[in-house]
């Protein structure tokens, strides 16, 4: 089946710094979702993002399908930031959507 | 609305106890999902309901009984759970191929 790799696995960021976080896979994907999960457990949906550039405040992503990557960028980062961040892609033919492993992002005041 | 509710937020079952969590969402979405979650884990893919039928199962002991009464609700009925059966239970909903919203989730703890 389908890898999906995430980079780096930890971060630690001062509040107001600018981040890149990573998202490799292993097999063409027709969808692909950026979530934040806070500590309470809950997914929050960043972006849809099956190809292209979108951007939603300070956070922006964008995905190279043909290249099997995406990016999710957190610029001016507040301690609300703090969590991890998923990627999950889905491939045709299935109604699975799988999830990579994860960055822990530490937000400093 | 893009809200799916999860009910209970919080389970404590023993090991010969019959519970069920439920899952409600009221998008018109025709795919349903349930996922388990590990701590410090990605979310894993148990179960897919596509138009109230099953079309995934993971491999998933059947001590894990899913059910789709209709298009808006999909329950999963716990029996005769392990400890390692501990997790957070997850629940999706999309239109078929397009963006999934998830629940809060039930946190399960099996005693």
């Known amino acids: 089946g389908i890898q999906v790799e995430q980079s780096p696995p930890d971060l630690i960021l001062q509040e107001g710094a600018n981040s890149t976080l990573r998202c490799n896979f292993s097999d063409s994907v027709n969808n692909l979702q950026w979530f934040h999960q806070n500590p309470w457990g809950q997914l929050i949906n960043l972006f849809y993002?099956?190809?292209g550039t979108k951007q939603n405040g300070r956070l922006s992503a964008t995905t190279v399908a043909t290249e099997r990557y995406s990016l999710l960028y957190i610029s001016s980062s507040q301690t609300t930031d703090s969590g991890v961040y998923f990627c999950?892609?889905?491939?045709?033919?299935?109604?699975?959507?799988?999830f990579g492993t994860g960055t822990r992002l530490k937000v400093l005041a | 609305d893009t809200e799916v509710t999860q009910t209970p937020k919080h389970l404590v079952m023993g090991m010969t106890n019959k519970k069920s969590l439920k899952c409600e969402q009221h998008?018109?979405?025709?795919?349903m999902y349930w996922y388990k979650q590990k701590a410090k884990k990605p979310p894993e893919l148990m179960f897919v309901y596509s138009y109230e039928k099953l079309s995934i199962n993971e491999s998933v002991p059947s001590r894990f009984s899913p059910e789709c009464p209709n298009s808006s609700l999909l329950n999963l009925h716990l029996h005769a759970l392990q400890p390692e059966d501990s997790a957070l239970y997850l629940c999706?909903?999309?239109?078929?191929?397009?963006?999934?919203?998830f629940g809060q989730g039930t946190r399960l703890t099996v005693v």
């Open positions: 999950a892609v889905g491939t045709s033919g299935t109604y699975k959507y799988i």
């Open positions: 998008m018109g979405h025709r795919a």
């Open positions: 999706a909903s999309s239109q078929v191929w397009t963006e999934a919203f």
């Open positions: 993002i099956p190809s």
